[in-house]
């Protein structure tokens, strides 16, 4: 209501003051209605927090391997290809890049199974490659950290295989390479020790030809192919008879290549003894469950049963008061 006094207008506001009074009474009176839905409410959410799936996460942190942990590897490629070609620190990283890939595929496996699970894996710090986090949601505490830990070894079991065949694959190769070469050696030693004896026999013909049979120099070093014929076709025939027996001779780099062969033949590496990752934080487990949460389910269905109570009570007495006008 308005009214001027002294051309001031003022506003009573006593019927907004007397409506939300009565609202508030009109609440106050139907309270053991809104207190029923409010008890309904809560057993209903008593009912979906006894009987609703549970949900748990256990975490774990890892990080790229030791180089003890993949020395079996490491070890076997400085045999196959050298000091100089080998970067521990860059087998470690792609290793536990490996690692990651695996697992996220893993987790992409277990989410669109009929039953899906929950499995994922992350960095720990925003732009930065390791460590990383993996996580595992169970239905416990105990089954979140065993299902965790048993699909990181899983994965790490997958990994050392990856590794055992990748290294059969390079010490074939290697051998097969170091093979290659001491076969050519052997042929290149052989060609030289059959074209000696060829230089021989040739000068022989021509001391023969030339009839000479005694040694005709005093110092054997100052002999050239040219004038090899000089030692006498006696001494030349004895030459090709120790050539002919002679085993080849081969350079230092070949006694090396046969030893590295050697070597790398005796490589035998258990994958049981390598490992893709290093724990920085084993899989927990959890002391909170994730759902549902009890107390906040029960503060919200007793909210809502609240709600839903007063506005009946409210609509129930709308509802009488325009009958009632009617």
């Not at 100089?84 to 277990?110: C, M, P, W």
């Not at 003894?273 to 107390?295: G, I, W």
């Amino acid at each position: 209501m308005t009214y001027n006094d002294n051309n001031l207008v003022r506003v009573n506001n006593d019927s907004e003051q007397i409506d939300l009074i009565d609202l508030l009474m009109q609440l106050w009176r139907g309270k053991w209605v809104i207190a029923v839905f409010v008890v309904i409410a809560v057993a209903l959410a008593g009912l979906y927090v006894t009987f609703a799936k549970e949900k748990w996460t256990s975490t774990a942190v890892i990080t790229m391997p030791d180089v003890g942990q993949i020395a079996g590897y490491t070890n076997a490629m400085t045999l196959i290809y050298g000091d100089s070609k080998v970067d521990n620190l860059e087998i470690q990283q792609r290793v536990i890049t490996r690692f990651s890939g695996a697992f996220s595929a893993l987790s992409e496996t277990l989410k669109n199974q009929e039953e899906p699970e929950e499995l994922t894996i992350d960095t720990v710090v925003k732009g930065q490659p390791l460590p990383l986090k993996v996580s595992y949601q169970g239905d416990s505490a105990k089954n979140a950290q065993q299902v965790l830990a048993k699909y990181i070894q899983q994965v790490d079991e997958q990994i050392a295989e990856e590794l055992d065949l990748d290294l059969a694959t390079n010490i074939k190769s290697r051998l097969t390479e170091l093979q290659d070469s001491l076969a050519t050696q052997e042929k290149v030693a052989q060609e030289q020790k059959n074209l000696r004896i060829q230089q021989i026999t040739q000068a022989l013909t021509f001391a023969k030809d030339s009839g000479v049979k005694q040694p005709q120099v005093q110092q054997t070093q100052d002999v050239t192919q040219d004038t090899l014929f000089l030692l006498g076709s006696e001494a030349l025939e004895s030459m090709i008879k120790n050539e002919a027996t002679r085993p080849l001779v081969f350079s230092a780099d070949y006694y090396r290549t046969r030893q590295n062969l050697l070597d790398i033949q005796r490589i035998k590496p258990d994958p049981a003894n390598m490992h893709a990752y290093r724990y920085v934080m084993k899989p927990t487990e959890p002391l909170f469950r994730d759902s549902p949460k009890r107390s906040l389910a029960l503060v919200i269905a007793a909210l809502l049963g609240a709600m839903v109570g007063a506005s009946v009570v409210l609509a129930r007495n709308a509802f009488r008061n325009y009958q009632s006008r009617t």
